[in-house]
C-alpha cells in the first residue's frame, strides 16, 4: 500500500552535532525519493533527493541514504545550525504524479 | 530565485461558502499541484493537472473540488461547499516535468472554516 513513514516524531541534537533522521517506506516499486523542510507556517522546502538508481547522495551538509533492500531512506545533515530546527518529511514518488509523504520528525537543535 | 506563490496567505469562511484559492506557479513549470496538510498531520497530495486537464487526483478531491488554469500564470483551487473538515492549509506545488521531477511548493494558504 501506500505508506512513508518515521521512526521518531521528535529529534534534539546540540548545535554543531549531526543528525540523522530516518524514514521507512513500503512500496519497494518507488523510484524517487525527495526531503522536504518545513519550517513553521510554509511551505515543504526541497533539501535533496534520490532516486532509486542510487544508495547515497550529497548536498551542502545534508547527504541522503536509501536502502532498497530493507526500503530505508535517511537524512543526514552535517554541523547542524539553529536554522536547522523544522519538521523534516520524507516523501516517495511511485511513478505517478503525486507524492506520498511521511507523517515529520521535528528536529530541535539546542544551543 | 524563481518561486511558487499563493493566495491569501489566510481565508476565513462560513460553512456551505465557496472559497477559490489562487497559485502562480513557477513560470517554466508544466506540471502544477494541490496537497493540503490538516493541522498538525502530514502533506496530503489532492489532486494533479497537465495541458489543462486533471491528471491524477485522490479520493479527497471528491465533487466539491475543481481546479483551474484560468490564464497563463494561475491556478486556482476551487471548493464549492466548504464543510468544517476542509480547514487546513493548502499547498500548491509545479514542477517542470512529472514522474519523478522535484516539486516545488508555495508557502500556502491556511483556510479556516466556521
Known amino acids: 500500500g501506500e505508506s512513508v513513514g518515521l521512526h521518531l516524531p521528535t529529534l534534539s541534537v546540540q548545535e554543531g552535532d549531526n543528525s540523522i533522521i530516518n524514514c521507512a517506506y513500503s512500496?519497494?516499486?518507488?523510484?524517487?525519493f525527495i526531503w522536504y523542510k518545513q519550517e513553521s507556517g510554509k511551505g515543504p522546502q526541497f533539501i535533496i533527493d534520490i532516486r532509486s538508481n542510487m544508495d547515497k547522495r550529497q548536498g551542502q551538509r545534508v547527504t541522503v541514504l536509501l536502502n532498497k533492500t530493507v526500503k530505508h531512506l535517511s537524512l543526514q545533515i552535517a554541523a547542524t545550525q539553529p536554522g536547522d530546527s523544522a519538521v523534516y518529511f520524507c516523501a516517495e514518488n511511485m511513478g505517478a504524479q503525486k507524492l506520498v509523504f511521511g507523517q515529520g520528525t521535528r528536529l530541535t537543535i539546542n544551543p | 530565485e524563481p518561486e511558487v506563490t499563493q493566495t491569501p496567505s489566510h481565508q476565513v469562511t462560513q460553512m456551505g461558502q465557496e472559497v477559490i484559492l489562487r497559485c502562480v506557479p513557477i513560470?517554466?513549470?508544466?506540471?502544477f499541484y494541490w496537497y493540503r496538510q490538516i493541522l498538525g498531520q502530514k502533506v496530503e497530495f489532492l489532486v494533479s493537472?497537465?495541458?489543462?486537464?486533471?491528471?491524477?487526483k485522490s479520493e479527497i478531491f471528491d465533487d466539491q473540488f475543481s481546479v483551474e488554469r484560468p490564464d497563463g500564470s494561475n491556478f486556482t483551487l476551487k471548493i464549492r461547499s466548504t464543510k468544517l473538515e476542509d480547514s487546513a492549509m493548502y499547498f500548491c506545488a509545479s514542477s517542470v516535468l512529472t514522474v519523478a521531477d522535484t516539486q516545488y511548493f508555495g508557502p500556502g494558504t491556511r483556510l479556516t472554516v466556521l
Open positions: 512500496n519497494s516499486a518507488s523510484d524517487y
Open positions: 493537472f497537465y495541458n489543462n486537464e486533471i491528471s491524477e
Open positions: 513560470s517554466n513549470h508544466l506540471y
